[in-house]
């Protein structure tokens, strides 16, 4: 079982639809991070958030918006999303944002399809 | 941008045979992360080298960071039906926080 648990595990929503996807770790890990996976690809980092604050936005489109509500919870709201925006979206945690490479813990994802 | 790249891309093998997958660059790493991904699931770390000529064994798999901490290798012996995955490196750099670089992957099928 992963220690970071995503929900929903699957979404299917309509292009004037606005969800959210949760993300929650109990690792005290003061790092979070919003990842973008299509299929057959390796992850693609969308944002990082360190002490709750955002710390890197890898210029993904404003129709993701993502909030930290506090160090235990990671969620991403979205908003007018674009079928090709269908992917498996990860939540990673870690210890720390510095350093040589601190270890990713990885959720299972959230699958979602864009209609 | 840092690139790494992983080869193959993709590899199906018999149970039993041995087998290597590698990640290259033209840049330095602080750290090499390799991860499995299973399907429906996220990654998951197996190991993370740091030190150039570094070698971490994790019961069949061997893991080598290069001496130039440019390249890394993940060789697995005698592999299993249960080895079956998207094994995926990840270089992290100093300086850039936690930022990691992940390679292309190598999906990897064995037959039993």
């Known amino acids: 079982d992963t220690e970071v648990t995503q929900t929903p595990k699957h979404l299917v929503m309509g292009m004037t639809n606005k969800k959210s996807l949760k993300c929650e770790q109990h690792?005290?890990?003061?790092?979070m991070y919003w990842y973008k996976q299509k299929a057959k690809k390796p992850p693609e980092l969308m944002f990082v958030?360190?002490?709750?604050?955002?710390?890197i936005n890898e210029s993904v489109p404003s129709r993701f918006s993502p909030e930290c509500p506090n160090s235990s919870l990671l969620n991403l709201h979205l908003h007018a999303l674009q079928p090709e925006d269908s992917a498996l979206y990860l939540c990673?945690?870690?210890?720390?944002?510095?350093?040589?490479?601190?270890?990713?813990?990885f959720g299972n994802g959230t699958r979602l399809t864009v209609t | 941008t840092q690139l790494l790249e992983q080869s193959p891309q993709f590899l199906s093998i018999q149970e039993g045979e041995n087998l290597t997958v590698y990640c290259n660059s033209s840049?330095?790493?602080?750290?090499l992360q390799w991860y499995r991904q299973e399907p429906g699931e996220g990654p998951v770390l197996l190991v993370t080298?740091?030190?150039?000529?570094e070698v971490k064994k994790l019961k069949r798999l061997t893991f080598q960071f290069g001496d130039a901490r440019k390249d890394s290798s993940l060789h697995i012996t005698a592999a299993q039906p249960g080895d079956t995955g998207l094994y995926l490196c990840?270089?992290?750099?100093?300086?850039?926080?936690?930022?990691?670089?992940f390679g292309g992957g190598t999906r990897l099928m064995v037959k039993p």
């Open positions: 990673a945690s870690s210890q720390f944002i510095r350093g040589r490479g601190s270890p990713l813990h």
């Open positions: 690792m005290g890990h003061r790092a």
């Open positions: 958030y360190s002490y709750e604050k955002l710390s």
């Open positions: 840049s330095v790493f602080s750290s």
């Open positions: 080298v740091v030190t150039g000529g």
């Open positions: 990840a270089g992290g750099r100093n300086n850039a926080g936690n930022m990691l670089t």
